[in-house]
């Protein structure tokens, strides 16, 4: 079981340059989403979908960019990098409905620096 | 104010020691809570729901407290293998709440032989 795939897992950049990072899920999940996480600050949220054309803005969104043209597809695009983008980027998906609506299952993490 | 605090820890224990970290939250209409645990590294993932009721899983166990507006996690026990960080998660009360998940920053936990 794949789960919810991210790549890429390390990436480093210079300022100004723009990059896309890749979410894929497998479990049929409508709802996707992105969070940065940094250290004292926690996950904070950068965009979401719930479905395909359907996207939305976080606590974050400004300098990313995303598109939902499939279920299983969210990607993240970074328009001209900073240094305040030095993170950890985590994709997370869940189901709508069900007992386990409220779950978010979560990527492996894309850890980006930014020089 | 942050909207969902937690203490930073760390809390360091020795093992089969009982610890508790508790999690506030400012919007008294959230809808939903959550535990994470996060290891160092990995992906958050679910440990918990919080329900009204208070509930429970094996060593652990979650409540939720709506009139002082915080969720507690306790683990009896503990282990070597809790060590970790947790993570509170609150979903606000509006339509689509489930939408927005909002974590704290996150308690770590160090258990010690």
């Known amino acids: 079981n794949a789960g919810v795939t991210q790549t890429p897992k390390f990436q480093v950049l210079k300022t100004g340059q723009s990059m896309t990072l890749q979410c894929a899920q497998d479990?049929?999940?409508?709802?996707m989403s992105w969070y940065r996480q940094d250290p004292g600050m926690g996950l904070r949220l950068i965009h979401y979908?719930?479905?395909?054309?359907?996207?939305d803005q976080g606590e974050v969104p400004n300098g990313y960019n995303v598109s939902r043209s499939t279920t299983e597809d969210f990607p993240l695009r970074l328009l001209s990098a900073a240094p305040s983008q030095t993170s950890v980027y985590f994709c997370?998906?869940?189901?709508?409905?069900?007992?386990?609506?409220?779950?978010?299952?979560f990527g492996e993490g894309s850890r980006l620096t930014v020089l | 104010r942050k909207e969902v605090e937690q203490d930073p820890g760390p809390f360091n224990v020795p093992e089969g020691a009982t610890v508790a970290f508790n999690c506030t939250y400012s919007?008294?209409?959230?809808?939903?809570f959550f535990w994470y645990r996060q290891d160092c590294r990995k992906e958050p993932k679910l440990l918990m729901s919080?329900?009204?009721s208070g509930n429970e899983d094996g060593r652990f166990t979650a409540q939720l407290n709506r009139a002082s507006q915080y969720i507690s996690l306790l683990i009896r026990d503990s282990k070597l293998s809790d060590s970790a960080t947790y993570l509170c998660?609150?979903?606000?009360?509006?339509?689509?709440?489930?939408?927005?998940?909002?974590f704290g920053a996150g308690t770590r936990l160090a258990v010690h032989p």
């Open positions: 997370a998906s869940r189901g709508l409905a069900g007992v386990r609506a409220g779950e978010l299952f």
């Open positions: 479990m049929n999940h409508e709802y």
């Open positions: 979908s719930v479905g395909a054309g359907i996207t």
């Open positions: 919007n008294s209409a959230s809808q939903s």
């Open positions: 919080v329900y009204s």
């Open positions: 998660a609150v979903s606000p009360m509006f339509s689509g709440g489930y939408n927005k998940l909002i």
